[in-house]
């Protein structure tokens, strides 16, 4: 038989270690001298410390290793390495994005010398039901007038109770020219009892959304979506569905442009063709 220091220098598992596995009851003394209270451990155990490392090493707790020496049932074993296996690739995913979006950040603000930098955040939507209009227009210059009338046809016609600001949904065009899907709305706990001409969309909650905050007259305000396009194209992301516009603080609120306050979303999902 080993003393515990002569197996701990073996199995290369400490003195306090071992006794805590004998308080856990992972790996019991052999024997323990009912005079001295010296622990002894057998040859043989050694394999028994070795299968508790090799454990360890795979990221599994104290209770599951536990479990694991105390059956003999392969299946079983063999179930619990599988789960394992899943939740470490799952990880390790997480952290190949969490590094893509690391490498995207420094791009971004290496190309950021003389303009503002937009801080790209990533957040989870809640859902929302939104009421408003939607309709193609022709340029960017038709947005705003196309917004002002869809509020007054909310607040001043059907009398529309929002609970939040404004959005607007950028859909794609299947056409090339410079013609804009838009939909403008608001979100709303109750629909009105009659809205004809109104359209009613509902966003699911729980979408990974890719955000940045623009300040100012919205006649820069491409120079965050340029910012939002540059760390999208270095993030091993891909834009899903319509991007958005939340003005959270906007000419309802002041006349005052430099105090337009608006938040860019685009929805995302991870790009499967980018390793």
């Known amino acids: 038989m080993l003393r515990i220091g002569e197996f701990a220098r073996l199995s290369q598992i400490s003195i306090k270690m071992l006794r805590h596995y004998d308080a856990l009851g992972i790996l019991l003394p052999s024997h323990i001298d009912p005079e001295s209270g010296y622990r002894f451990y057998e040859m043989a155990q050694l394999a028994d410390a070795v299968r508790i490392l090799a454990l360890k090493d795979c990221g599994f707790s104290l209770e599951e290793i536990a479990r694991f020496l105390h059956t003999q049932d392969n299946a079983s074993i063999e179930t619990l ?66 917004a002002q009338a869809v509020a007054r046809h909310l607040f001043e016609v059907h009398h529309v109770v929002s609970n939040g600001p404004l959005i607007h949904l950028y859909f794609e065009e299947d056409s090339n020219d410079e013609a804009l899907d838009l939909f403008v709305g608001t979100p709303a706990a109750t629909l009105p009892y009659a809205h004809d001409g109104l359209c009613v969309m509902r966003l699911p909650g729980g979408e990974l959304m890719a955000c940045v905050i623009y300040q100012g007259d919205y006649i820069n305000i491409q120079r965050a979506y340029a910012a939002l396009d540059s760390w999208l194209s270095m993030s091993g992301y891909r834009v899903k569905g319509p991007a958005r516009e939340i003005y959270h603080h906007s000419p309802v609120h002041t006349t005052d442009p430099e105090m337009y306050l608006t938040e860019i979303q685009y929805s995302i999902i991870a790009d499967k063709a980018i390793p």
């Open 81 to 146: 390495l599988q789960q394992r296996l899943v939740a470490q690739q799952q990880i390790v995913a997480t952290e190949q994005a969490r590094l893509q979006r690391l490498h995207a950040r420094v791009e971004q603000l290496a190309s950021a010398e003389n303009v503002p930098r937009y801080d790209v955040a990533l957040k989870r939507s809640e859902p929302l039901t939104l009421i408003g209009e939607r309709q193609s227009v022709a340029s960017t210059e038709e947005i705003g007038p196309f």
